[in-house]
Structures are given as structure tokens and as C-alpha cells.
């Protein structure tokens, strides 16, 4: 099966410009995340969809972040304006599980992610 | 609140020896620990994971073992190969509302030939 698609794999902005990241998940797959990972640091949970609906978006910075998943497939996360501590690598991985169900095989497929540069 | 304690930050270990990597959490309402490894330039991608009811869960060369009472778990590699050089990240999945994973800062593995 494809694996998740991102894109672009770069993107390198200016302070206080915007960008936008696009994501295929997994086909059929329900659940959708969107991670920050911060060099040296492990992802962290911007936002999770359900279909096409949000679960937890309780950690994104909504005042210069949003984020949509397009009819429950693609997804696309923007941030306007940009900072400088913004760079990082944005992954996007899905699941076929959607809420209560998880099993020992549980486990989210990563995209390779969006290196994003802040200067 | 880093809710996943992972440690050591980085590890260099020779071929043939076995790297160890420890981590803790603090909520109990953890019912699900994954492994993840990650090479540079790609996303993490499952290695092994076990439930709190189980103590040992072995794969091939790698290994987890889990305290429940001390609420620690530790990724053992046994006969560590270069090609394992990675970062390695715990994590552990939350109940309750949203379901999502929280990964510990990762260990950076290295395994000279």
C-alpha cells in the first residue's frame, strides 16, 4: 500500500510570510494527525481529525495555525504569519482506527515530513 | 509537562553489543507503549509496542521490558548492527477523550562497525 504522501519536503520563508503543507494519508484510513517535531525533540500533537472532523486541536497555536482534511482525505496545515521558532519538520501520519478502537498493532504511519525553515 | 521520560539522550554503542534505552511515564491511564524508530529524513516508523499487562515482548533482536509498578519500560537491541544507527523514540497513548500518542525527546543511537 502507499504510504503517507507530504508535501513539499522543504520550504524555507521569512519571518511573518505564510506557508501551507499538504498531506495524503493512507487510503481508507479515518484518522488523520498533524506533528511538530522540533529538532533534538520528539513529535508533538498539533491536531487530530476524525474523517473530517477535529478531535483534538488542543495544542495548536490557533492565533497563526490552522488546518483543514478536505472532504476526510487530504489535509492541509497553514501557518500565517510565521516565527522563527516555527522551524521544524511537520509530520503527518494516519491511522485506520478511529476512537475506542486500538489494538497492540496499533500504530500511526508518518509521512517523511516538511523540513520548515523560519528566517 | 513531558508526560514520557526518555533517557539517555544519545548512545554509542559497538556492533555486536546491546543498546538500552529507558523510559517513564507518570500517567497511569496509559494503556499502550510503542517503539518508534526514525532515520534521518523520514517520519518514525513503528518498531514494537506492548501493553501494561504483559512484562516482556520480544522481536527478532529487539526487546521491551515493562515495570508497571516502578511505570518504567526499556527497548533492549540485542547484537546491535550499524545499520540500527537511528533515533529511537518511546511514546505512550492517552485514554480519554482523543486518542493520541506522546513520545518521549528520543535517544540518537549510534553503532560503530
Known amino acids: 500500500e502507499a504510504g503517507v504522501a507530504q508535501s513539499p519536503r522543504y520550504k524555507i520563508i521569512e519571518k511573518r510570510q505564510s506557508v501551507a503543507f499538504w498531506c495524503n494519508p493512507i487510503s481508507g484510513h479515518a484518522t488523520l494527525y498533524w506533528y511538530q517535531q522540533i529538532l533534538g525533540q520528539g513529535p508533538k500533537l498539533l491536531i487530530q481529525f476524525q474523517n473530517n472532523g477535529v478531535v483534538d486541536d488542543s495544542q495548536l497555536p490557533k492565533d497563526r495555525f490552522s488546518a483543514e482534511r478536505l472532504k476526510g482525505v487530504d489535509s492541509t496545515l497553514k501557518i500565517q504569519p510565521a516565527k522563527l521558532e516555527d522551524s521544524a519538520v511537520y509530520l503527518c501520519?494516519?491511522?485506520?482506527?478511529?476512537?475506542?478502537?486500538?489494538?497492540?498493532?496499533?500504530?500511526?504511519?508518518f509521512g517523511s515530513g516538511t523540513r520548515l525553515t523560519v528566517v | 509537562q513531558q508526560q514520557v521520560k526518555q533517557s539517555p539522550q544519545s548512545l554509542i554503542v559497538q556492533k555486536g553489543g546491546i543498546s538500552i534505552i529507558n523510559c517513564a511515564y507518570e500517567?497511569?491511564?496509559?494503556?499502550?507503549f510503542p517503539w518508534y524508530q526514525q532515520f534521518p529524513g523520514k517520519g518514525p516508523a513503528l518498531l514494537i509496542a506492548i501493553r501494561p499487562d504483559v512484562s516482556e515482548k520480544k522481536e527478532g533482536r529487539f526487546t521491551i521490558s515493562f515495570n508497571k509498578s516502578a511505570k518504567q519500560f526499556s527497548l533492549h537491541i540485542m547484537d546491535s548492527q550499524p545499520g540500527d544507527s537511528a533515533t529511537y523514540f518511546c511514546a505512550a497513548f492517552t485514554q480519554g477523550g482523543s486518542e493520541k500518542l506522546v513520545f518521549g525527546k528520543g535517544t540518537k543511537l549510534t553503532v560503530n562497525p
Open positions: 500517567n497511569t491511564a496509559f494503556d499502550y
Open positions: 501520519a494516519s491511522s485506520p482506527l478511529g476512537l475506542g478502537g486500538r489494538g497492540l498493532n496499533y500504530g500511526y504511519t
